[in-house]
């Protein structure tokens, strides 16, 4: 009765102990949306590109240049002047490193196939540029670009023997920096392309103003759990499982028993009243009378006769004892696995 009773405690104790660290561990997956918190930069981009238009002396104008949007006349144009104001602002300190340039692409279609060029040159206006610091704004200024609109209208002119040319060109200012932020713990970087066109070899020039940039927004990190909290979820989960097969294993031992460990639970059970469990094992000497009775039955009717009580000793797994003493009489009743077995 009381190894059944063992047994109901060493289960419900695991019971216990499964929904305890089950809990704990529904408590740190809940807790580890605090623990991995997303982190985030705010930025601010702005990339600006303006022109003035100076013309060659002429009686029509009476400026020098020309700022607004004008339809102007190709043979009046002497060079553009462009200014170039880049910035990048963020919510935090990072070092950074900074390249920068401007190239030119010129096209020359023939007007009456312009699926593709007849000629695409390049040319490098500003050789690459490289800056390295540790700011919030990441800036870039270029101011009195020339782009001297004769150089390149000589090009189509060439053209103009063999067909009816069309041209543009094509300004190109860049921008590429990269640098690590420590907020995010990761590198951050941004490209930047702005692009001004102007009209080759027709008679008259209708340039469109330049798409700038103005925007804002925020970088973010993917939110990661530190290494010592999935090491502590982990020894949880594995701690969890370990109790459930122990569980488990626990109710199989207890539900599949042998008819030798049921005659003894039996015994234990319906004479718990009569019977002391012993620790130890039961071991015979030469001072005492050893009597040998043939069943527990025997054994219960001596107890009965004599008044002492029915010790219980679990020699081993295979093996029980049941022993009355009295004075130097010593009954005894054995009861063996192997007699159920077979």
């Known amino acids: 009765m009381k190894r059944k009773l063992k047994l109901r405690v060493k289960i419900a104790l695991l ?17 580890s949306k605090s623990v991995a ?41 002497d060079y553009f002047s462009l200014d170039y104001n880049y910035s990048y602002t963020l919510s935090e300190k990072i070092k950074y490193e900074l390249t920068y340039d401007i190239k030119a692409e010129l ?60 041209a543009d060109l094509k300004i190109y200012f860049n921008v590429n920096w990269n640098g690590y932020s420590n907020t995010l713990n990761k590198d951050i970087s941004d490209e930047n392309t702005t692009t001004f066109v102007i009209p080759v070899s027709q008679k008259t020039i209708d340039i469109k103003s330049p798409e700038n940039i103005s925007e804002s927004g925020t970088i973010k990190n993917k939110a990661k759990l530190p290494l010592w909290y999935i090491i502590l979820i982990l020894i949880t989960l594995i701690l969890f499982v370990i109790t459930v097969i122990n569980l488990f294993m626990n109710i199989f031992n207890g539900k599949n028993k042998s008819k030798y460990e049921i005659k003894v639970n039996k015994i234990l059970r319906e004479f718990d009243r009569v019977i002391t469990e012993a620790k130890g094992t039961f071991v015979m000497n030469n001072d005492e009378n050893y009597i040998e ?17 029915i010790i219980y000793y679990k020699n081993s797994e295979d093996i029980s004892i049941f022993v009355i003493k009295n004075v130097h009489d010593i009954y005894y009743t054995v009861i063996k696995r192997s007699d159920f077995d077979n």
């Open 37 to 77: 918190k997303n982190k985030s930069l705010t930025y601010t981009k702005e990339s600006n590109l303006n022109y003035v238009t100076y013309l060659k002396n002429n009686s029509h104008y009476d400026a020098r240049y020309l700022k607004d949007d004008f339809n102007l006349v190709a043979s009046l144009v």
């Open 107 to 166: 096209e020359v279609y023939d007007s009456e196939n312009d699926a593709k060029p007849i000629e695409k040159r390049q040319f490098e206006i500003l050789k690459e540029t490289k800056l390295k610091g540790n700011s919030q704004t990441i800036k870039v200024d270029i101011f009195n670009q020339k782009i001297i609109y004769e150089t390149y209208n000589k090009i189509v002119q060439e053209w103009k023997k063999e067909i009816s040319p069309n």
């Open 293 to 309: 009775v043939k069943s527990f039955m025997e054994l219960l009717d001596v107890h009965d006769n004599v008044n002492e009580p």
């Open 15 to 31: 019971v216990i102990l499964a929904i305890i660290i089950f809990l704990g561990f529904l408590l740190e997956i809940n807790f």
